[in-house]
């Protein structure tokens, strides 16, 4: 085995192998025939002389040593991103690419962010992707962002996550409701007969709100699960039901819904950027965590999180 003569060519093509799962997806993204990946795929295990691959549930899958070139290739590739944005930066400007992963209820809060981020680096490409839990926790796992932004950051020794900013959860009721028009704040246990309406599981509202409900002790009768934040404010105000949603959600649109005042509500709750301990972070990466740390350094939690934020090694640190 002798893996110098790997080239990048053939680490890309393995790179969005193990990314698709698939040797035809793969030759779709890069504009390739299925055979030309396949000998490829075929150059790289010759080289190497360990499998790489293998099928699970119709899917590829990396062995041992796959998951380690992998790992590898992504850590190759980001240092050259690095190369890159450093070679541009001695010229004078400040450029690069910057890939964030977001759960869908963030999309209230991350725009505007980038809004001032972007004013403050105009020669920086942002991509933003959107998604429910499940589908951020997918691209974490297969390492395709730079930074996340989770309201339940996932677990693991991997995992660096740090508390940038509060994600209270209300609990609304339509505004015909008979909850709403109460003069004090009710018992919850007044409302566990009505129906809620709840995110999918998996879903770190519907986590957070269960794990409150086991804590204390109520039992829900009758809920509808429905897989769209939008989708559950309408259905409140429609008449539909009851919810508990992030106050983000409810920011900009209030009609038809009200606010119910009831022991334990709002949920407290925060907002969690993360990152991957195994992959180095890119210099935009940096940059924009440090711009986090002076446009939220009144809603950090706690304060000696900003300084920490601002005297960022390779790996940042927020907790």
């Not at 950051?153 to 409701?177: D, F, Y």
Request: proline share 5%; with cysteine; net charge neutral.
């Amino acid at each position: 085995m002798n893996i110098r003569h790997l080239t990048f060519r053939l680490l890309q093509v393995y790179q969005q192998v193990v990314r698709t799962g698939s040797v035809s997806a793969a030759a779709r993204a890069l504009h390739l025939t299925q055979p030309t990946v396949s000998l490829q795929l075929k150059k790289l295990t010759e080289e190497l002389g360990e499998p790489l691959l293998e099928s699970q549930g119709g899917k590829l899958v990396p062995t041992f040593a796959g998951q380690a070139l992998y790992q590898a290739a992504s850590d190759l590739f980001s240092r050259f991103d690095d190369l890159a944005d450093e070679l541009a930066e001695a010229k004078g400007g400040q450029a690069g690419r910057l890939s964030i992963g977001i759960v869908t209820t963030a999309k209230y809060v991350m725009p505007t962010i980038l809004g001032a981020f972007d004013r403050a680096f105009p020669k920086l490409q942002v991509t933003l992707n959107v998604g429910n839990r499940a589908h951020i926790l997918q691209r974490f796992a297969a390492q395709e962002d730079d930074l996340y932004l989770f309201s339940q950051p996932p677990s693991g020794e991997l995992v660096q996550a740090g508390r940038i900013m509060k994600n209270p959860l209300q609990l609304i009721a339509p505004a015909s409701h008979w909850a709403a028009h109460q003069a004090g704040p009710l018992a919850f246990s007044q409302l566990k007969n009505e129906r809620f309406l709840m995110r999918e599981p998996g879903s770190a509202t519907r986590m957070q709100f269960e794990a409150w409900l086991s804590g204390q002790g109520i039992e829900l009768t009758r809920t509808m699960q429905i897989e769209s934040n939008e989708a559950i404010r309408l259905g409140v105000a429609s008449g539909l039901g009851l919810a508990v949603l992030s106050s983000y959600t409810l920011s900009h649109d209030l009609q038809g819904i009200a606010q119910i005042q009831t022991q334990g509500f709002p949920l407290n709750s925060h907002w969690y950027l993360v990152a991957r301990k195994d992959k180095r972070l890119s210099a935009p990466a940096r940059r924009f965590i440090q711009f986090l740390a002076t446009q939220l350094q009144h809603c950090v939690e706690p304060a000696q999180l900003v300084e920490d934020i601002r005297q960022l090694p390779a790996h940042f640190s927020l907790d």
